[in-house]
């Protein structure tokens, strides 16, 4: 099947005129992507006992439908309930308070408008005409503000004794023009109920969210259909059917597009450790779009826009985060050590400063990236500190670095 699929993206593909130049493009197009969030702490999710309690009477209601929202969280994320019998995991609420409001404020702006006319003389042609008078006049204008605000705390005992506690407070304000557009308290309040169920359901299972992210264009604008139908699989196909570009930043595009239906796909898989597999290689092609061409800060950096709806994060880092939660939910300890590795609270390294070494290229071989796109990784990179001594090379060989890959690391060695 994905032979066929191949061979049909590549006439497609063929139309695109050669001398197209890789990029996003003036009119950047972005796409959705279910990014799956593996739960924070590793302690299963089977025979879960869900309690929400409130002190206050008028919340019982709340409290009810945060019960609601708990179990749905739970069983989406592939958990259970213990309906009976003794439970492996106990998740406690206390809705301390949930209530909104809406309030009314007046602010003052100034607008160009029409004050008045006035009679100008005109001496072509000889007679007086009336003409417009414009200023900046104050217009008053009414402002609605919806705020809510709810407040508890949650709590996770397993059998050998707590595991977790933490505050699920949420909070909301928002003004409106006239009231346009102002959402009913009611809706704002169900809103917070279901966020607050999100936080510590998160604690025990996986949660799904929607996360932006650019696509590149020219050679791959055919491909675009299908990132925006979620067909990432058709997608990746596509860019595998693209040779790989001689000019190592117009390749980075192409790694970056491999890296974007990677990290999607990633998200799609019911075994952990392949998503966690895919996530790595995802990672390490997004830092081949970075060695490769340093200078497109898209590659690496947050983007927003007027015309966006979500403000689109670093992609790096994003990949960063996920393959980091996804060696912690698989148990897969330390993660292999890449270029791309790093904390989400730790910006990426430059490739400046950390260069390629013998272990990047074991970890680019693993990832299964071709001889070719080695290479060009190697050539892109601004500073190499590879070690070739005999037992080295013995090392590289042994780790499933092509005898082609580990020629050229001694050339680049020598140079």
């Given at each position: 099947m994905k032979r066929l699929l191949v061979a049909l993206c590549v006439p497609v593909l063929a139309a695109v005129p050669a001398e197209a130049r890789e990029g996003f493009g003036f009119l950047k197009k972005a796409v959705d992507v279910v990014r799956t969030i593996p739960p924070s702490l590793n302690v299963g999710a089977r025979r879960v006992k869900i309690d929400v309690a409130s002190e206050r009477g008028s919340e019982e209601d709340d409290s009810r439908t945060l019960a609601r929202y708990l179990s749905d969280a739970i069983l989406a994320g592939g958990g259970t309930l213990a309906e009976s019998g003794k439970p492996e995991i106990t998740l406690s609420v206390d809705l301390d308070r949930l209530d909104s409001h809406e309030t009314w404020e007046t602010k003052t702006e100034y607008e160009y408008q029409k004050t008045g006319t006035q009679q100008v003389y005109n001496e072509k042609k000889q007679k007086y005409e009336t003409k417009d008078i414009y200023g900046n006049v104050p217009v008053t204008k009414?402002?609605?503000?919806?705020?809510?605000?709810?407040?508890?705390?949650?709590?996770?005992?397993?059998?050998n004794g707590e595991v977790d506690s933490?505050?699920?407070?949420?909070?909301?304000?928002?003004?409106?023009?006239?009231?346009?557009?102002?959402?009913?308290?009611?809706?704002?309040?169900?809103?917070?109920?279901?966020?607050a169920a999100r936080v510590a359901a998160a604690r025990i299972v996986p949660v799904q969210d929607?996360?932006?992210?650019?696509?590149?264009r020219a050679s791959f604008e055919p491909l675009i259909p299908f990132a925006e139908s979620g067909a990432w699989d058709r997608y990746l196909a596509g860019v595998e059917a693209v040779a790989p570009k001689k000019s190592p930043k117009e390749e980075a595009y192409r790694q970056y597009a491999l890296?974007?239906?990677?990290?999607?796909?990633?998200?799609?898989?019911?075994?952990r450790r392949d998503a966690l597999e895919m996530l790595r290689a995802a990672a390490q092609h997004y830092q081949n779009a970075v060695s490769g061409n340093p200078s497109e800060t898209l590659f690496r950096q947050g983007y927003t826009s007027l015309l966006s709806v979500n403000t689109i994060g670093s992609p790096v880092a994003r990949a960063n985060e996920s393959v980091a939660k996804y060696a912690a939910w698989t148990g897969s300890g330390a993660i292999a050590r890449t270029p791309a590795q790093t904390s989400s609270s730790t910006a990426p390294p430059s490739p400046a400063k950390a260069g390629m070494r013998n272990q990047t290229v074991i970890d680019l071989a693993k990832a299964g990236l071709s001889d070719e796109n080695i290479i060009l990784a190697i050539d892109a990179a601004s500073q190499t500190d590879f070690d070739v001594s005999p037992n080295a090379l013995i090392a590289l060989s042994k780790d499933g670095v092509s005898k082609t890959v580990i020629a050229h690391m001694q050339k680049r060695a020598k140079r």
């Open positions: 009414n402002i609605k503000v919806v705020e809510a605000s709810l407040t508890g705390t949650y709590d996770i005992r397993a059998k933490g505050s699920i407070d949420q909070q909301f304000k928002q003004k409106y023009d006239d009231g346009t557009g102002a959402p009913a308290p009611s809706r704002v309040e169900d809103d917070l109920l279901k966020q929607r996360v932006s992210i650019l696509i590149p890296a974007i239906a990677k990290e999607a796909l990633a998200y799609q898989q019911e075994d």
